[in-house]
């Protein structure tokens, strides 16, 4: 049975989603913060977010003061080790969008997260392109080398800034800070996955971090509809097919319930 329209404030909205999704066959899905919410996984720019709630914080992942400063290192390691992210399970949005990959219509699944939750929740790997990295590994700054993550924070009670094993360099998560340059080859294959699509969903993320939200004009240029699933507005709601201001965890499960039925109705 599938999901009724009329548990969503404006079931309108919901039925112009959910019909662009049944018809389309190739689905791009771009995440961001509040996909992990559900999880316990604070988002950045919401009204309770990280950033909102602690301007300093965002100061911390900048690269010149993480590079410049011991205390900002050792600071973002003690934050790194208490993490919400280690003990974190996979929630409903998670879960769906694995459920969406099994319809066969997912095309990609372009994350701004850096939790993994995606890849725990069920979605393969490689259909999975993170865009601001993973905090799962560290990687050296100097000689490049990756370690787990896990392993450098075992390291915290010795050393409060654990230094690269092979060359001694600093070391970081393996993610995007403000002032570091996106992974071309990690542009090239969210470019590709956002011009061949029927379907642009945006979920949980504020659109408002460009590059990243700039993949939203690139596929409505090339003829993709844009759907935005997301608890606050964003600057591409006026553009966007179909808009949908929900908790997450029950309209993308329910959005995806209806592709699944769609996907069976049309058979193998």
Same mark, same amino acid.
């Given at each position: 049975?599938?999901?009724?329209?009329?548990?969503?404030?404006?079931?309108?909205?919901?039925?112009?989603?959910?019909?662009?999704?049944?018809?389309?066959?190739?689905?791009?899905?771009?995440?961001?913060?509040?996909?992990?919410?559900?999880?316990?996984?604070?988002?950045?720019?919401?009204?309770?977010?990280?950033?909102?709630?602690?301007?300093?914080?965002?100061?911390?992942?900048?690269?010149?003061?993480?590079?410049?400063?011991?205390?900002?290192?050792?600071?973002?390691?003690?934050?790194?080790?208490?993490?919400?992210?280690?003990?974190?399970?996979?929630?409903?949005?998670? !879960?769906?969008?694995?459920?969406?990959?099994?319809?066969?219509?997912?095309?990609?699944?372009?994350?701004?997260?850096?939790?993994?939750?995606?890849? !725990?929740?069920?979605?393969?790997?490689?259909?999975?392109?993170?865009?601001?990295?993973?905090?799962?590994?560290?990687?050296?700054?100097?000689?490049?080398?990756?370690?787990?993550?896990?392993?450098?924070?075992?390291?915290?009670?010795?050393?409060?800034?654990? !230094?690269?094993?092979?060359?001694?360099?600093?070391?970081?998560?393996?993610?995007?800070?403000?002032?570091?340059?996106?992974?071309?080859?990690?542009?090239?294959?969210?470019?590709?996955?956002? !011009?061949?699509?029927?379907?642009?969903?945006?979920?949980?993320?504020?659109?408002?971090?460009?590059?990243?939200?700039?993949?939203?004009?690139?596929?409505?240029?090339?003829?993709?509809?844009?759907?935005?699933?997301?608890?606050?507005?964003?600057?591409?709601?006026?553009?966007?097919?179909?808009?949908?201001?929900?908790?997450?965890?029950?309209?993308?499960?329910?959005?995806?319930?209806?592709?699944?039925?769609?996907?069976?109705?049309?058979?193998?």
């Amino acid at each position: 049975m599938t999901t009724d329209s009329t548990a969503f404030a404006d079931p309108g909205a919901f039925e112009r989603a959910a019909g662009l999704l049944e018809e389309a066959d190739r689905i791009t899905v771009l995440t961001g913060a509040g996909v992990s919410t559900d999880s316990g996984i604070p988002d950045f720019r919401g009204p309770h977010g990280v950033w909102t709630t602690d301007p300093d914080a965002q100061a911390q992942a900048d690269i010149t003061l993480y590079t410049g400063d011991v205390d900002v290192r050792r600071q973002v390691w003690s934050q790194r080790r208490a993490h919400q992210v280690w003990d974190a399970e996979p929630n409903a949005a998670h !879960r769906a969008l694995a459920d969406l990959e099994r319809t066969g219509r997912l095309r990609a699944l372009i994350t701004q997260n850096i939790d993994g939750l995606h890849q !725990r929740g069920g979605v393969s790997a490689e259909r999975v392109v993170e865009v601001h990295g993973t905090m799962l590994w560290v990687r050296c700054l100097s000689c490049g080398r990756r370690t787990p993550t896990p392993e450098v924070l075992a390291r915290l009670d010795e050393e409060s800034d654990p !230094r690269c094993a092979d060359c001694g360099g600093i070391q970081k998560s393996d993610t995007v800070s403000f002032g570091q340059n996106l992974d071309p080859d990690v542009v090239q294959a969210a470019t590709r996955a956002t !011009r061949d699509c029927d379907v642009f969903l945006a979920v949980g993320t504020s659109l408002t971090v460009h590059p990243v939200a700039g993949l939203c004009d690139m596929a409505m240029m090339a003829g993709a509809s844009l759907v935005v699933v997301n608890g606050e507005e964003t600057p591409y709601d006026d553009f966007a097919s179909a808009v949908l201001h929900e908790p997450i965890g029950r309209a993308l499960p329910a959005l995806v319930e209806r592709v699944t039925a769609a996907a069976r109705r049309a058979g193998p």
